[in-house]
């Protein structure tokens, strides 16, 4: 039989961070040990042979929206990293995005998609590219990522950042989490954000494990 603690040992944290703690309406300071993001080029390996199909585990999907003569168009990522994108069941692109692992793949409403990864980087793609536009580099592996329409919030485990998603991003908010982060969701207006966390003593008795723990 499972005890009650066991059982509570493997569920998730759920922070609630309310509007009221989310200042948008401009930049913020950050204590000199947060990371910040760095816009770069995206920087990919030379063209590797990329299968039709997932080898490694498949860490998340999104529908992205169809170009002309398409009724479907689907972004996935798997946990070695590559990043493929299809439309009406044929593969179109393959890139191995991030090698040290994919974390998460999540579309904007502008079309625009992200994919992080345990490189430290975030890549923004454009609905109407087969390739990455641009890198930001936040220099630490990315364990949770959610997109709203002006904003951007990611976590490294450790914090949860709200940046904008201008040319320059801008960090507008920052805090440490109360445990390892692992998931994020964002209101459309990103005044709220939503945290899942695994709690530390559940990691360290071996009760729980995260591939970036």
């Given at each position: 039989m499972v005890s009650h603690a066991r059982t509570l040992s493997f569920?998730?944290?759920?922070?609630?961070?309310?509007?009221c703690t989310v200042n948008t309406s401009g930049p913020t300071v950050a204590p000199d040990n947060v990371p910040m993001l760095q816009v770069g080029e995206p920087r990919l390996r030379a063209p590797e042979l990329g299968l039709p199909?997932?080898?490694?585990?498949?860490?998340?999907?999104?529908?992205?929206?169809?170009?002309?003569?398409?009724?479907?168009?689907?972004a996935s990522g798997d946990a070695d990293g590559w990043v493929r994108i299809w439309a009406d069941g044929k593969l179109l692109a393959v890139h191995h995005a991030h090698p040290r692992g994919l974390t998460a793949l999540q579309l904007a409403n502008d079309g625009r998609w992200y994919t992080a990864g345990a490189d430290g980087r975030v890549l923004e793609w454009r609905a109407d590219s087969l390739a990455p536009q641009r890198s930001l580099v936040l220099g630490r592996p990315i364990t949770a990522l959610a997109v709203a329409d002006p904003h951007l919030a990611i976590s490294d485990g450790k914090y949860v950042q709200l940046w904008s998603r201008d040319g320059q991003p801008q960090l507008l908010w920052t805090m440490a989490a109360y445990a390892f982060v692992t998931g994020l969701a964002m209101s459309p207006t990103g005044g709220v954000i939503a945290?899942?966390?695994?709690?530390?003593?559940?990691?360290?008795?071996?009760l729980a494990n995260h591939p970036l723990a």
């Open positions: 569920s998730l944290a759920l922070t609630a961070l309310s509007a199909v997932h080898e490694a585990a498949i860490v998340d999907v999104a529908l992205l929206p169809p170009q002309a003569g398409e009724q479907w168009r689907l945290a899942a966390e695994l709690r530390q003593w559940a990691l360290e008795r071996g």
